[in-house]
């Protein structure tokens, strides 16, 4: 063996292994030292320990109650009031601010009071009444109650921080019920990774709920090779949730995707858990990672060395 194919070969080898290595359950609300509980939970009744949950007529009032905890050896000034529930840019259930018009559930609620000092170690019951109007549409409507810990407020440069805690309310109007989900549209777009994010897909789903009952989809989505039609990848996404008469657009992350490829996203959406009615969308697309463009790029230098050490070695016989 020549000399310097003593050394040639493992140079590829170790600058080839290089290349392939380089990097790149429900509870009640609580927070802290305070929590919110429902003071009356029906164990026939599923999440009643967490939530409220009602399923009232129109026109009908309730009385209830929840119960305020104070886990910490001081005591605590805790401000109340009921708000109307919302969703965010994920599609998850959030409620709205003390500020914010109150139109629904946060209209419908009447604290007995709006402010309660809990002893150390202690807890408060507060009692509410929850009155349904006569023209409620059939249907589910959210919201809930808020607790504000009085004198805690923090500041962080010119920002003041509140902290905050929310006890859900759900309400379903007993009537004929409409589920109706509609995907409006279905995007696929290639994010390159950086040294903090790896490559990834992301996945766009803008959907409406045209029915009278929120609605928590789940979509199964499959990762298709263009070329021979096998199924590269699968995952299973909650789309959060979706109020009756709204839209949203939800956005997810996939991760841990191949390296290049042409591909057919196929996604399965469906209203519930337990439903089995599906609304099936497809987005294409083409890619070429940062990392598949690198592996790509040392093995072109790696041939072109080699073929330059094989023109070099043809000259040192002659």
């Known amino acids: 063996m020549k000399h310097w194919q003593q050394w040639f070969l493992p140079?590829?080898?170790?600058?080839?292994?290089?290349?392939?290595?380089?990097?790149?359950?429900?509870?009640?609300?609580?927070?802290?030292?305070?929590?919110?509980?429902?003071?009356?939970?029906?164990?026939?009744?599923?999440?009643?320990?967490?939530?409220?949950?009602?399923?009232?007529?129109?026109?009908?009032?309730?009385?209830?109650?929840?119960?305020?905890?104070?886990?910490?050896?001081?005591?605590?000034?805790?401000?109340?009031?009921?708000?109307?529930?919302?969703?965010?840019?994920?599609?998850?259930?959030?409620?709205?601010?003390?500020?914010?018009?109150?139109?629904?559930?946060?209209?419908?609620?009447?604290?007995?009071?709006?402010?309660?000092?809990?002893?150390?170690?202690?807890?408060?019951?507060?009692?509410?009444?929850?009155?349904?109007?006569?023209?409620?549409?059939?249907?589910?409507?959210?919201?809930?109650?808020?607790?504000?810990?009085?004198?805690?407020?923090?500041?962080?440069?010119?920002?003041?921080?509140?902290?905050?805690?929310?006890?859900?309310?759900?309400?379903?109007?007993?009537?004929?019920?409409?589920?109706e989900l509609s995907v409006k549209s279905f995007k696929v777009a290639y994010l390159g990774g950086n040294k903090t994010s790896p490559d990834q897909l992301r996945l766009t789903f803008e959907l409406e709920n045209k029915g009278d009952v929120h609605l928590d989809p789940l979509a199964a989505v499959e990762l298709i090779n263009n070329l021979n039609g096998q199924v590269v990848a699968k995952r299973e996404l909650s789309l959060g949730t979706i109020f009756p008469d709204s839209s949203t657009k939800v956005p997810v992350s996939w991760t841990k995707i191949p390296l290049f490829g042409s591909f057919v996203v196929r996604a399965k959406v469906r209203y519930a858990k337990d439903d089995n009615h599906f609304i099936t969308k497809e987005a294409r697309i083409f890619y070429i990672s940062k990392k598949a463009k690198f592996i790509a790029g040392s093995v072109a230098v790696v041939a072109l060395m080699g073929v330059a050490f094989l023109v070099v070695g043809k000259e040192v016989k002659r």
């Not at 109007?133 to 962080?156: C, F, W, Y």
């Open 11 to 179: 140079f590829i080898f170790i600058f080839s292994l290089f290349c392939l290595v380089s990097p790149r359950g429900i509870l009640a609300a609580e927070s802290g030292s305070i929590g919110l509980f429902p003071a009356h939970p029906n164990p026939k009744i599923p999440y009643s320990q967490a939530w409220l949950i009602y399923n009232l007529v129109a026109g009908e009032t309730k009385r209830d109650a929840f119960v305020v905890v104070n886990k910490s050896s001081k005591p605590v000034a805790v401000k109340l009031y009921p708000v109307d529930a919302t969703t965010t840019k994920d599609g998850s259930f959030a409620l709205k601010g003390e500020e914010a018009k109150r139109e629904g559930v946060g209209a419908w609620v009447k604290l007995s009071t709006n402010k309660v000092v809990v002893p150390p170690k202690g807890k408060k019951v507060v009692e509410f009444t929850i009155s349904v109007p006569r023209n409620a549409e059939v249907g589910d409507h959210m919201g809930g109650v808020i607790a504000e810990r009085l004198g805690q407020l923090k500041s962080t440069g010119p920002l003041k921080i509140k902290t905050r805690i929310g006890l859900r309310i759900y309400e379903t109007v007993p009537g004929e019920l409409k589920k």
